[in-house]
């Protein structure tokens, strides 16, 4: 797919998820295919860490070509972000035992810890693009400088 497609649709649902979850909508609340027990607002949080990993790849056009050796390697990271958001409900679901991820049902490794795991991963899933797209604009111009 195009970058410059893939960047805006990314921009787009990035944004529109933002203002939902900023707003406090219903809809993230509202069951999905009548499953009370699946909010639209986890998947729109699994699509959003999608969305963002995507987006940060997407920004930079060296990153996404990945011609050098040096943007290589940033898209290679790129590109581990994207699939561990990819994976990120599946394991939302293996800690919390539940599609809501409310840790109600008794986690094996018990519901503090589990809880615990769930929130950093969630902390990883939004800053590492944003820190890693911050470093690698950093190493760029520090490159360009010598």
């Known amino acids: 797919m195009n970058r410059i497609v893939l960047l805006r649709i990314t921009l787009i649902l990035s944004v529109s998820i933002l203002v939902l979850f900023a707003s406090g909508s219903a809809l993230l609340v509202t069951p999905i295919f009548g499953n009370e027990t699946l909010p639209l607002g986890n998947l729109l949080v699994w699509l959003g860490f999608i969305s963002i990993s995507t987006l940060f790849y997407c ?10 050796k040096v943007h290589g390697r940033y898209k290679m990271v790129f590109q581990v972000l994207i699939g561990l958001s990819l994976i990120w409900g599946f394991i939302a679901y293996g800690l919390s035992g539940n599609t809501q991820f409310n840790f109600i049902n008794e986690p094996k490794i018990g519901p503090f810890l589990a809880s615990n795991i769930y929130w950093i991963l969630i902390y990883i899933m939004v800053l ?8 690698y604009k950093l190493h760029a111009q520090l490159i360009s400088k010598n």
């Not at 590492?128 to 470093?135: D, N, Q």
Request: no cysteine.
């Open 128 to 135: 590492s693009p944003i820190l890693t797209f911050i470093i």
């Open 59 to 68: 920004l930079d056009k060296e990153i996404y070509s990945g011609q050098t």
